[in-house]
C-alpha cells in the first residue's frame, strides 16, 4: 500500500511511505524537505532497516550545484558522510562498521552549460572539464586529464558520444532519430527503428557480428506496455509486460512489471525514478541509487530498464530513452537538439535547466517547465512590482492634485487623501508611508537650497518652521496609510480638510 503525505498549504510531497498490507509493516518510506521555493534540500530514504540520506544545494538560478549521499546499509552499516559548505570533512556515527560517502559538485555558464563537474562515486572520483562552442555543444570534454572531443552533424545531432559505458559512433535518419550506435572498437553494434509516431519498435543488438539480442516493443500511445524477444522467431516471447499509473492525467508512472512469469511491484522517488522493485510479499528484489543526473547503480535479482525517470535504459549505451530523443547521464544533456527549437529553451540540449530533483521530462520535448513554487514566486515579484508602481502613481497624483489646487493651507488634506489612497491602491501600507517619508526628507533639504516662500506672508520659511511642516505632513501621511478599512479616506482625513476644497 502506498500512503503520501504532503507539506500543508504547500502542496509539497513530504513522505512516501509503502506499507505491507498483510501486517501493517514499513517497507520503504522517503522523507523530503524543502527550502522557501519548494526545491528538495534534504531527502532521507528508509529501506530494508538501512537508509540513505542526502542533501541538496542550488545556485542562483536553482540549477542542481551540490548533492551529498550518505548510505546505512544494513548488511554493510553504512553511516552519513559527506562535506560542509566550506569543504570540511563530516560524518556521524551511527553503530556502523564501514562508511561510504558520495558527493556531486558541477557549475554552469550562464545558459546552463556545465564548466566543471566534481563526482564521487562509490568511491571514484572524476574531475570533469567542459569546452563549450556558440551552438551550446561540448567540444572538448577532460575527465581525470583524458580529454574525448564529442562529434556533431549539421543538425545538430551527436555523432559522437561518450557514456558510462564507452564511446559510440551515432548515424541518424532524415528524421533525426537514431538508428545505429557503434561502440568505438566496433565490436558492437544496435540498429533501431521507429514507427510513423517516431517510437522505438525494435532494437537489435550484434556483437562481432553476431545478433545477441533483438527486442520488439508495443505501446500505448506513448507508454510501452512489452517488450517481445525477436530471438524465438515467429514465437516472440514476453520479455516484459508493464502496468502504468491509471490515476494520472496522462500516465507516466510504472505500477507493475511482469517479469518470467511473476508480478513485481515498483517504487519511485519524486521525480518518478524507479528505486526498488517488491515482489508480492513486499520483499525487495532489487534497488536503484542515481547520481543527480541519473547514471545509475543497481543491485539486486531483476533485469529491467525502466529506470531513471521512468523511462527506458538501454543497458548496452548507456543512454535513457526519451521517446523523441535519447539522454546521455553522464554529460546530464541531450544528444540532439529539441525539435521545437528556441520555442521553449535557448539551450536546446540541456535538461530541465539542470533541475533534476524536481523537474521531469516526459518525453524528451520539455525545454522546461516552472515548478509551481516558482511560478507562484514570479507571480509574487509580480504582483509586488505592479502594487509598487500603483502606489507610486497614486502619489504623484496626489502631488499633482495638490498643486492645481493652490489651496492654502490644503496641503495636510492632500497629504493625508492621498497616502491613504496610495496605501490602499497598492496594498502596501509600509512602503507607501516609507515614500511619504523619503519626499519629506528631499523636501526639507531642498528647502536648505532652495528658499520656500510661505504662500500667506510671502517671507521666507526658517529652517525650523520647514522642519515642524514636514513633522506636521509626516503626522498627515501616517493618519492616511493607517485609515481602517471600513472608513473611507477622506472621513479618516476630514480633520485636514480646508474650504475650497471639493469633495472629491
Avoid at 553503530?95 to 559538485?105: E, I, L, Q
Amino acid at each position: 500500500m502506498f500512503n503520501p503525505s504532503h507539506k500543508v498549504k504547500r502542496d509539497l510531497l513530504t513522505k512516501m511511505s509503502s506499507i505491507r498490507n498483510t501486517d501493517g509493516g514499513l517497507v520503504v518510506q522517503r522523507n523530503d524537505t524543502y527550502d522557501k521555493l519548494g526545491r528538495p534540500v534534504t531527502r532521507q530514504t528508509l529501506r530494508s532497516g538501512g537508509a540513505m540520506n542526502e542533501t541538496f544545494d542550488y545556485n542562483d538560478r536553482s540549477e542542481s550545484a551540490r548533492r551529498l549521499a550518505g548510505r546505512l546499509d544494513k548488511s554493510a552499516a553504512f553511516a552519513p558522510k559527506g562535506r560542509t559548505a566550506d569543504g570540511a570533512a563530516v560524518s556521524q556515527l551511527i553503530h556502523a562498521t564501514r562508511t561510504v560517502g558520495d558527493s556531486f559538485d558541477y557549475a554552469y555558464d550562464n545558459i546552463g552549460n556545465r564548466v566543471t563537474a566534481q563526482e564521487v562515486n562509490s568511491g571514484a572520483t572524476s574531475d570533469v572539464a567542459y569546452v563549450t562552442n556558440d551552438l551550446n555543444q561540448y567540444t572538448q570534454i577532460d575527465t581525470n586529464g583524458s580529454d574525448f572531443t564529442p562529434g556533431y552533424d549539421k543538425d545538430g545531432n551527436q555523432t559522437l558520444i561518450q557514456t558510462e559505458t564507452g564511446i559510440w559512433r551515432v548515424t541518424y535518419n532524415v528524421q533525426n532519430r537514431a538508428i545505429k550506435f557503434e561502440s568505438k572498437d566496433g565490436h558492437t553494434v544496435i540498429t533501431c527503428d521507429y514507427d510513423y509516431m517516431g517510437r522505438r519498435v525494435f532494437k537489435k543488438v550484434e556483437k562481432d557480428g553476431v545478433v545477441t539480442a533483438h527486442e520488439r516493443y508495443l505501446y500505448r500511445n506513448y507508454l510501452q506496455i512489452a517488450s517481445l524477444d525477436m530471438m524465438e522467431g515467429q514465437n516472440q516471447a514476453l520479455i516484459n509486460a508493464y502496468v502504468w499509473d491509471p490515476t494520472q492525467p496522462v500516465a507516466t508512472r510504472p505500477l507493475a512489471i511482469f517479469y518470467k512469469g511473476s508480478a513485481y511491484y515498483y517504487g519511485w522517488d519524486l521525480t518518478k525514478n524507479i528505486t526498488e522493485i517488491f515482489s508480492l510479499s513486499a520483499r525487495l528484489q532489487i534497488d536503484y541509487v542515481y547520481t543527480p543526473f541519473g547514471q545509475v547503480r543497481e543491485n539486486g535479482i531483476i533485469q529491467q530498464s525502466i529506470q531513471w525517470s521512468s523511462e527506458y535504459h538501454d543497458a548496452e549505451t548507456g543512454l535513457v530513452y526519451y521517446n523523441y530523443r535519447y539522454y546521455n547521464p553522464c554529460d546530464g544533456r541531450w544528444t540532439r537538439r529539441d525539435c521545437s527549437e528556441e520555442n521553449n529553451e535557448l539551450n536546446l540540449y540541456a535538461v530541465v535547466r539542470n533541475v533534476t530533483t524536481n523537474r521531469i521530462d516526459q518525453l524528451g520535448l520539455l525545454g522546461f517547465q516552472y515548478t509551481q513554487f516558482e511560478i507562484a514566486m514570479y507571480e509574487e515579484k509580480a504582483r509586488l512590482i505592479k502594487n509598487t508602481i500603483a502606489a507610486i502613481a497614486k502619489l504623484i497624483e496626489g502631488y499633482e492634485a495638490m498643486k492645481e489646487a493652490n489651496i492654502i493651507d490644503a496641503d495636510k488634506w492632500f497629504h493625508c487623501l492621498y497616502m491613504c489612497r496610495s496605501a490602499r491602491e497598492g496594498n502596501l501600507p509600509r512602503f507607501t508611508l516609507l515614500l511619504g517619508l523619503v519626499r519629506e526628507i528631499l523636501e526639507f533639504v531642498k528647502g536648505r537650497f532652495i528658499p520656500s516662500i510661505d504662500s500667506r506672508t510671502k517671507k521666507e520659511i526658517g529652517a525650523m518652521e520647514h522642519l515642524m511642516d514636514c513633522l506636521s505632513d509626516m503626522e498627515a501621511n501616517g493618519i492616511g496609510v493607517d485609515c481602517p478599512e471600513e472608513l473611507s479616506c477622506e472621513c479618516c482625513c476630514a480633520a485636514y480638510k480646508v474650504n475650497g476644497i471639493e469633495r472629491e
